[in-house]
């Protein structure tokens, strides 16, 4: 399975990013997909997911109200819709998925295939 995200970029404190992750090669009946994060220095940490049907999905708490995950499955993309965005959004985004499942998951550890990642900088 390949991953490519794609839509990072370079805005402004309070402006918008959408972010989008192809997957393309191995298929599944179903999959779960996340995103995460990465600032410098820091450990990669969970932003959101959703699951197979796009019924479900959760987020952190430190994007809750202003990013949304949304799927598309017949484009076998995944979205992330990221308004008010803050300094504290600069990250690599990673893209990953979990194959077979149904039901979302919010550990790293659970994600079988991760996406190369995109750059998202927020300035002040």
């Known amino acids: 399975v390949q991953l490519q995200a794609s839509g990072g970029g370079l805005v402004q404190a309070g402006g918008s990013l959408r972010l989008s992750c192809a997957a393309s090669g191995r298929t599944f009946s179903s999959y779960a997909m996340g995103w995460f994060r990465q600032a410098p220095g820091k450990e990669r940490d969970f932003v959101a997911a959703?699951?197979?049907?796009?019924?479900?999905?959760y987020y952190a708490d430190s994007v809750k109200g202003r990013f949304t995950i949304s799927r598309d499955n017949a484009k076998n993309t995944v979205y992330l819709q990221m308004n008010s965005l803050k300094p504290e959004d600069t990250a690599v985004y990673y893209c990953?998925?979990?194959?077979?499942?149904?039901?979302?998951?919010?550990?790293?550890?659970?994600?079988?295939?991760w996406g190369q990642g995109t750059q998202v900088t927020v300035s002040s």
């Open positions: 959703i699951s197979w049907s796009g019924g479900s999905s």
């Open positions: 990953a998925l979990k194959g077979g499942a149904v039901v979302t998951t919010t550990l790293e550890d659970e994600y079988d295939y």
